[in-house]
């Protein structure tokens, strides 16, 4: 019998790399002194560890000025790849709480994003594995107090185990309260006795086969509501009919300097302070995003924006949770992050193309809202603008880029495509707003069907958008 | 005429964008209240932003914990894109030096790494522009007090200003010398009059012209001798016949357990010290490296590690210059990055089956030692390992591999393609051991045609070089 255990999980790893289309998270917490690193250690070395990246890492200060989810987020194992976490989240939440840090509502609230985090991780083929590392008061004091007698070992001890030592009992109580808010069947914990005869291996060894090779649960993430803003989510319908009458350009130029004046101040306070902006274009072909981020741009310090204009992922991105390429675009604090279409493709293109899963799209309004709270959270201005013009304005400016030798570039065959589902994306786009117009995120639907007033309208939202952060009480 | 030079900049961008072949790399550095940031600003206005990056960072702790390069590398552009850095590698010698944080002799090594570096880039098609912006003393006097004065414009000026004005007479001539020392066809310099009447856009848009759509100027990376070590450099030639005599198994499992338990507290002490490890395997085909490399990382906290699969390079990868994508594996300090094959790669493999043109792999020495000493000047251990079997044995493996259910993946049409090219397989590993074991970094020469000792032997140079370091005075 060659088919032992250990053959089992290294040949389950091999060919879950080879099918690269699931990857494994398993995460490890718990009480002190129970062995936590000596079972990552077996278990990493049964493992292909060429296949497999063990996280256990103070945040760096990168991390620390990016919302908290990120420094997890970016180090997401790769399709085919296992990822293993030492407290991960769980510990953020758990120290914290213990040291009161956070109170009881804040370790709920922890929780919940943690609930929501790994429905969504699972979701995208993520197979979660959970441990908790369980030991009595009494033989975890015996074991600290035996490592620190024993010159080869007395480094192990750090301070801060003693303290949690101090709170076994409280550790206890909230590692409970932890699991049971936590478990899932994409996401089961499991727990094992640790300490001197340390936890065994081979328990887990089984739990990563399954995950690595067993069938992976079908996962319905949390239901989470939109809690509405006082006005209504917009609708492409409500937008006026279109004047013919463009605006006066010297009006227009006037104007154009005035806003740009104000945004500039108000950039550079927002920045004094280290307030994170994000800004999210979106909008039908040709309705003139380019135009309107240049504007914007205009009146910003080139070393303190990015633009990112959003197309194909690259291999790389493809080998992750979809909303990975976002996170990994997230700006530092007091940077402005302007995104040239956005996460919301999942919902407009990806929907009407059919290049992702009616579930997939449909599970994504609640990730998008989780996404942009957690922004908010942060500390992160937001700002979501779409801009629309009408079919027949779309259809001249189509003509006047075909026309125009320095705007050919930008008229392609898929926007006459596109232009065929007219339809199908305005009802897409109508679910978004209904779906993600929310405290969390409210839209601007801009009439672009004049392209001075749409810059404009632009300018002035940012500007109030600015403005309402620099003016709230902090 | 409609082809405008700013149409002409957009329309060069564009095109270098949609060829994605090379990318351009344009530094803006010079004395305080010059307007540097106004020329970016311009001339990013006039550019495709959602192509182009400004970076103006301070080191962030992720980027002081790696070697000096690490935080140029991570930010140059992809292919296609344009990447504008303030000061960039220009301002911290500069600075430095006025400061007297470094002395001349630092400062010019520092100017020949750039020499270096830049050369590296161009070769991999990366176009560069340099900008020194020019302002006598008394006029960047005036205009330091007029913005001061201004209310609207006073937070344009930083303590740091007023220090470069004092010193306007020491960065002139530093930056006199800076220009001379790094002065090249693949890399000029232009030095524009700053101040209130601030640079022509222009003149440099014309440059950027150049650099996006005109013809690449051949390199030849500045010569770099590789300084020899005591003993002569191996050649494969220099193994011993193989004996038939594997060793006792016994004797092994407690050698083995020895060598791990010194490795173990060595680790723990370089980790203590925070020193950052790369040790780099490689070795032909069924060599052994992957059972090796077993046998440390058994010793090691598996928190500290990563091994570093190197195959084919990503999307993301293939868009930056070769090295990119070691640059992005470097660890942190502390830490320990195990690459199971290398950067060697471009002088074996890609060599041999032609995937780099003689031009790139001979160029590569140099990259590859220049790469070495920034990795120990940053103050890493390297080791560099090369596990040698003799083709009758890879023989013998091979077959084993065919016969052994468990063993099978490891085994693959191209493992017995590239036996049939040992011969100049073996030149290029020689040639390899010539021109890059030197002070920067030697070659441990592993025969490993029994398993047991080579990973004794793995062990036991480790061990090495860790003790030799921690034993060296601080």
Redesign the interface.
């Known amino acids: 019998m ?1 088919e032992s255990l250990r ?1 089992r999980l ?2 389950a790893q ?1 060919e879950m790399a ?1 099918q690269a289309s699931r990857s494994v998270v398993l995460v490890v917490t718990g009480h002190a002194a129970t062995g936590k ?1 000596a079972l ?2 077996e ?3 049964r493992m292909e ?8 890492l103070a945040p ?3 991390e620390r000025a990016r919302p908290y989810w990120w420094r997890y987020w970016r180090r997401l194992p790769a399709r085919g790849r296992v990822g ?1 976490f ?1 407290h991960g989240w769980y510990g953020d939440a758990l120290f914290a709480r213990a040291e009161q840090r956070i109170g009881p509502g804040a370790f709920r609230d922890h929780l919940a994003e943690i609930r929501a985090f790994e429905a969504e991780l699972a979701a995208e083929g993520i197979a979660l594995v959970k441990l908790w590392l369980d030991i009595d008061a009494e033989e975890q004091g015996r074991h600290l107090q035996a490592l620190q007698r024993d010159p ?1 070992r007395a ?1 192990q001890v750090k301070d801060h185990d003693w303290q949690r030592h101090l709170q076994h009992g409280v550790l206890e109580t909230l590692g409970r309260e932890m699991r049971e808010a936590t478990e899932a069947e994409h996401a089961p914990w499991r727990r094992l006795a640790g300490g001197p005869r340390h936890a065994p291996a081979k328990t887990v060894e089984r739990r990563l086969v399954t995950a690595m090779a067993g069938p992976l649960p079908s996962v319905t993430p949390p239901e989470e509501a939109v809690t509405p803003l006082a006005e209504a989510p917009p609708r492409l319908a409500d937008l006026p009919v279109p004047t013919d009458k463009a605006m006066d350009k010297d009006d227009y130029l006037e104007r154009l300097a005035r806003a740009q004046a104000r945004l500039a ?1 108000n950039a ?1 306070e927002i920045q ?1 302070r280290g307030i994170p902006v994000v800004l999210v274009f979106e909008g039908q072909d040709a309705a003139g995003k ?1 135009g309107c ?2 504007r914007l ?2 009146a ?4 303190l924006y ?4 959003i197309g194909a992922p ?3 991105e493809r080998a992750h949770p979809w909303a990975w390429r976002f996170w990994r675009r997230l700006p530092l604090d007091g940077r402005v992050a302007i995104f ?1 279409r956005s996460w919301y493709g999942r919902v407009l293109v990806e929907r009407v193309e059919g290049l992702a899963s009616p579930e997939a799209w449909r599970r994504a309004y609640g990730e998008i809202r989780r996404f942009e709270r957690q922004l908010l959270a942060h500390g992160a201005v937001l700002g979501k603008l779409f801009l629309a013009v009408d079919k027949d304005e779309q259809l001249r400016r189509f003509r006047a880029r075909a026309e125009t ?2 705007k050919r ?1 930008k008229l392609t065959e898929e926007d006459w495509r596109n232009r065929e589902r007219w339809e199908d994306y305005r009802e897409a786009i109508d679910a978004m707003f209904a779906h993600t117009h929310g405290v969390d995120g409210g839209w601007a639907l801009i009439d672009a069907n004049d392209k001075r007033r749409a810059r404009l309208a632009v300018l002035d939202h940012v500007n109030r958008l600015l403005e309402a952060r620099l003016d709230a009480p902090r």
Do not use: C, F, M, Q
């Open positions: 060659k053959y290294l040949s091999l080879r690193t990552i250690n278990l990493n070395h560890n060429r296949l497999t990246e063990v996280h256990a760096s200060s990168e293993v030492v080869s480094w101040g550079r004094r380019g981020i240049h741009t205009s910003l310090d080139a070393r990015r633009v990112h204009r690259s291999d790389e040239d030798p320095h570039h």
